[in-house]
């Protein structure tokens, strides 16, 4: 199973979190394009159009890095400030 945290706007459209099953060879990539295949929200929140920052367990991760088991995956807008 992963666990699944959303921040920022997506919260806002997703909720806080989520959990998902675990399939082997799974990447970020195809986390994203699975939960976008929903459709609804999940679609419209994680559009590929849409620029996001993804972490695995803490740490900042590429959408290419596979998944464990057990996992916990984060995806939240890019943060600008001043």
Do not use: W
């Amino acid at each position: 199973m992963l666990t699944l945290k959303y921040f920022a706007r997506l919260r806002e459209q997703l909720g806080a979190g989520e959990q998902v099953p675990f399939e082997a060879g799974m990447t970020l990539a195809s986390l994203r394009d699975r939960l976008i295949a929903r459709g609804g929200a999940h679609a419209q929140a994680l559009d590929r159009a849409a620029f996001l920052r993804c972490a695995r367990n803490q740490q900042m991760a590429d959408e290419a890095e596979l998944l464990a088991d057990g996992d916990e995956i984060a995806f939240f807008p890019p943060v600008t400030g001043g």
